[in-house]
Each structure stands twice: as structure tokens, then as C-alpha cells.
């Protein structure tokens, strides 16, 4: 079925499987052509499993690149599975699309994906395509794997711990209010565009993750905002932690912003979308892990400390308690 | 957050996840408290994975009752584990909801899941809970297990096969009509009833798939239509099938509207939504797939031929064929 000139193309629920996204299927995926798919459980090591939903309109702009909306929603989930140490293997994906996002854009968001398999080494096995008439709402099941024992959970971290994070905080943030808000006018091209990169395009920490098992005592991905995600850390390690301001790590085009006070530091803890990894490990591990982020040409920063007690707090240069009015987005 | 009076009460997305969702998890959930759940592999089996997404509106009604959209949510898929051969074990879920739908109505979505969680011996893992301008969207992600070499895929069809579904067929289609279109307003309310409920909570057939290994060749379950389903074990197959029409398996519901010629029997096979088991078996297993399903106080049928060359038949009680328009249901 072709569509007329100017509209998109329709094509069929089976022939849209059948082209697009049945070559993205792993041997497992048995091509799409059955029920369910078949994996095989590797020998000591444990399955790691986690699902994500993005709906357009609030995990991103409807019309946003399709290719990019794609790799954004598998790149989130292979971030939960880093977070826990894990290796990523595959994936499951339902879709409920317009019938008036045509052929394009489906094979756009296919061709993402395929690239994104590539890069990571992981494998579609199965899924669900439907029609809705409400925004594009998007569901993705990652699975990986590893060692039995090996996997870092939230609910390690104890005093004494170093909280540490990868990469840059706040610039997904940033790069939303570029976006959407046309924000920060006189910042420049350059960093404008590295700041919007940040928010389409997460990076997932899916080497450093597995690299830290027997290393990191609790770990999870920045996803909420770095403050409330440490907060949940704390919640499940039953624990408190400060953070330095100071230490935070910002990107050049953040920092470039902060010094015009265009924004303020917290608003880029509690923005989210940042992807990176936040864990607590023992003093002891201060080499190792230094050697670790090295090896990987990552760049961790060391920012505060876990102690007893509850809650998150944020402390300035002079050690003064940094004011937080809310630590991170939430659905509801 | 209490809402105002006669306005849905709501409540924030990590509370939804504690009060609801976390009493549903399973071991390997870790209490929905982490990244990812961990999932030990069974020695000598295969894990088997599907996933489906349900749209309010394509597939169920907005008004439906939360209890029964979430039955049928799993239900599906728990239909498309069984149809491999596999045994239930686990499920991932994510939900796109309107914050117009309160705490009460995830209440009763949850509670429906808890009630088919004990009845089927299944656990949750983990998942996602995002707000939606739209219709609520649902994904499921079940995950199984089979014997390595023990499962049934669509592609094992062989010319002289016998043909064989699970239960009746065309229920669901009718009760759909029942509920959307008022229709068979002649028909009784006992009558009505039955049909509306095989819509709503289909039961698929999680004993009997398992208990077909090495006995069906092929195996799927119907979803689509009889008809479509059947074309894609022969496709998959390579090879064509004949079924006779008064072979299909009939609901006393559904003959009492065949008898007044309120519906025909071709409506019925291509209406879908059945999530009956539809196998192909060579002529030797007859005996023992009758104690099979006599074993599961479930009715079977033998309703056709598997055949060399390509595409489903259907013939009347003469042999002649009958015209089918359309097979079953397309999302696009």
C-alpha cells in the first residue's frame, strides 16, 4: 500500500515487522516469526532485567528524529542494566504509534536502533507493535547478564563510603531548555549543540558498570537527578550523604552558563536524564577506581561522602548547607 | 497528597510504585527497589520471552473495569508463553497513564494483577509507571521457561497433520459486540454474559501448551483470528491447511446466534481475541492429545488438514470452499 503524494506512507502491522524490525532480531528472536523468543541461560551468571516507557510529548518531543528517539529509549535502559553492573544482551520493544507516522519514520526509528545494536552488541527478540491515537508511546524490556554475586546493588552503600559520579551533571537539563525554550541565546552554537547532544543522545555507562562489581558498594544511574537518586541510594542502604557543590563535575558549556548566571548548580542536580553512573565505594578503592575510569577514558569525580543517618545534603565550598527545593522530576 | 473531593485522589510515582506495585514483586524483583531485577537461570531449561501492549480504546475500553484490563494485560501474554510450550514465571510491566486516573484505579489495576499472580504462579520483576496525555497505554513483558529442545515454534507443520484448536471460538468477538454495539439484544442475558466475560478475561491455555511438547509440531495461539493464526503457522510452515467449517468449535452463546443468523461462522473465525491454542499434530498423537485435554477437563478439536503448497481453506460439510474476506485483525 502506497500512500498518495504528501502523505505518509501506510504499511501493513506484519509488513511493517517483517521489514523494519525483523532484522534487528538475534538468533534468539527466532526472526519475529514466533510467539515468544528463546534464550539460552548462560552457565554462573545471573540474567539482569529492566523496562522502561517513553511517551512523546514528556520523555521527548514528538518531533524529534526518529533514529534519536530510538536510541534514547534503548540507551536508558542499557543505563539501569550498567547501573547494576550487568553486560547488555537484548531487548524486547513494544510500539504504539499513529497511523499517521508513516513507513519513514518507523524505518528511521528502526534504522536507529540497528545502529545502536551494533554499537552496544545487543539484539532485538521480540515485541509488539500497535496503533494508538494518542502520542507515541514507546516500552522497552533490556535484558543482560551477570556473574552470580557480582551485581551492584542500591542497597550497599555504607559510612564511611566516597560518593562518586561519571561524566557531567545537568547538561541533558540544559540541553532541554535549549530545545524546548530556546534558553541561553548567547551561548554559542557550539556548546548549545554539545548541551542538546547530551539530552538526545545519553551515553550509558554500559563499560564502566561491569568494570565496578567487586569495586562499588551501591550503585544507580542518574536518571530522577543526581540529588534524588542518591537519595534512593540512601534510602535502600539506610543511610545518609552529603555532597560538595564544589566537586560536582560540569561540562564546559555548563560552566560557561553557571558564570553567566543563567542558571544555578542545583537546578543541574535535579534535572535528570544525565545517564551517568553515581556509586559509593570504600576509601581503599580510590586507586583502583581512578585506574578503572582511565582505562575507559571516563572521567569520575569524587563528590562527597556517605554517613549515618537519612537524607541527602548539599554543603558550598565553607561547608554551609546548600538550600534544595525539590531533588528531582517525578510522573505524579 | 489527598485529592479534593469527588476528584480522583493522587498520588506520586515512587508512593504508586511502593504501595501498589512492590507487594507484587517477586524475589527477583528485589522489592522493585533497584535498577534492574536479577533472574537465576534453571539448569537445562530455556528462558522464553514475549511482550504486548495494550492501547485504551484499540484494545479495551476506557471504561473497563482496571482489575480486568490488568487480566488481560498478562493474560495475552501469559497466552503467548503457553503457546511455545512454555510454563510462566516472571513479567515486566510498564504503564502510561493519565494523572486523571487516581490512586484507586491503580488500586484495582494492581489487585488485579495480585488475584492472577497467585493463580498462575507468576511474579513481577520490575517496570516503569509514566504519566501520558493520552489513552492509557500498557506494555507486559512475560518471561517463561521450557525444556531446551522442548519447545513448540509455528514453523514445525507437516502435509497430513491434523489440525487442532483449544476451547470455542468467536466468544470474545461476539462479547465485544455485545459491549461496544449493544448487539443481540434477543439473545438472553446468561448468554450475553458469557460472551462478554470470554472478552474480558480470556484464559489462556498455560497447562496445556507445556503438556504439547513433543506431541504438536507446530503451535500458536489464537489472537488474530483462527484463520490469520493458522496462516501463520503455514507460512512459517511452508505449507497450506483445509479446515472444515463445521468442525469449529462453537460456544452454545455462539450457536444460539448462528442459529438466528444474527452473525455468520466466518465473522466468528476472523474476529480474534480467542487466546485459544491452535496445533498441528501428526494423525498417530490423536489418542493421546484426547487424554491430554481430558486430563485438563478442556475441550479440543480436530478442524482440519495440514497440506503441501500454500494458504488456508475453509470448505463446508459438502467440501466446497468458502469465501473468506479478511483473516483477522491489523493494527495498521
Chains 1, 2 share one sequence.
Not at 6 to 24: C, K
Not at 114 to 130: C, I, K, M, N, W
Request: aromatic letters at 6%; proline letters at 6%.
Amino acid at each position: 500500500m502506497s500512500g498518495s503524494a504528501g502523505a505518509p506512507e501506510v504499511i501493513g502491522e506484519f509488513e511493517r515487522i517483517r521489514r523494519f524490525f525483523a532484522p534487528l532480531a538475534g538468533p534468539g528472536g527466532l526472526g519475529l516469526l514466533d510467539d515468544a523468543a528463546l534464550v539460552r541461560c548462560p552457565a554462573g551468571q545471573r540474567l539482569v532485567m529492566t523496562a522502561d516507557a517513553m511517551v512523546a510529548g514528556v520523555h521527548f518531543r514528538a518531533e524529534d528524529p526518529p533514529e534519536l528517539i530510538a536510541k534514547k529509549l534503548l540507551r536508558v535502559n542499557l543505563s539501569d542494566l550498567a547501573a547494576m553492573g550487568a553486560r547488555p544482551l537484548y531487548y524486547l520493544l513494544t510500539t504504539a504509534l499513529s497511523v499517521a507516522l508513516g513507513a519513514e519514520w518507523v524505518e528511521s526509528f528502526a534504522r536507529g536502533l540497528g545502529e545502536d545494536q551494533r554499537f552496544y552488541g545487543v539484539h532485538l527478540l521480540g515485541g509488539d507493535s500497535v496503533s494508538t491515537t494518542g502520542p507515541a508511546t514507546l516500552s522497552l524490556t533490556a535484558i543482560g547478564e551477570v556473574a552470580a554475586g557480582a551485581e551492584i546493588r542500591r542497597s550497599g552503600a555504607r559510612p564511611g563510603d566516597d560518593v562518586w559520579v561519571s561524566g557531567t551533571i545537568g547538561d541533558a537539563y540544559l540541553g532541554l531548555r535549549v530545545l524546548r525554550d530556546g534558553a541561553f541565546a548567547g551561548l554559542g552554537p557550539a556548546f548549545a549543540d554539545a548541551l542538546v547532544t547530551r539530552y538526545q543522545r545519553p551515553e550509558p555507562r554500559t563499560r564502566l558498570g561491569p568494570r565496578l562489581s567487586g569495586i562499588a558498594h551501591a550503585m544507580i544511574d542518574v536518571s530522577d537527578g543526581l540529588l534524588a537518586d542518591l537519595g534512593h541510594i540512601c534510602e535502600t542502604s539506610g543511610c545518609a550523604a552529603t555532597v560538595a557543590l564544589p566537586e560536582i563535575p560540569f561540562s564546559p558549556a555548563a560552566l560557561a552558563i553557571l558564570a553567566e548566571e543563567w542558571d544555578n548548580p542545583v537546578s543541574l542536580m535535579t534535572g535528570g536524564d544525565d545517564y551517568e553512573l553515581l556509586f559509593c565505594a570504600p576509601p581503599s578503592a580510590r586507586g583502583i577506581i581512578a585506574e578503572v575510569a582511565a582505562s575507559l577514558a571516563l572521567q569520575v569525580a569524587r563528590i562527597g561522602q556517605v554517613e549515618a543517618g537519612a537524607g541527602v545534603r548539599l554543603v558550598d565550598a565553607a561547608g554551609r548547607e546548600v538550600a534544595i527545593e525539590t531533588t528531582g522530576y517525578r510522573h505524579f
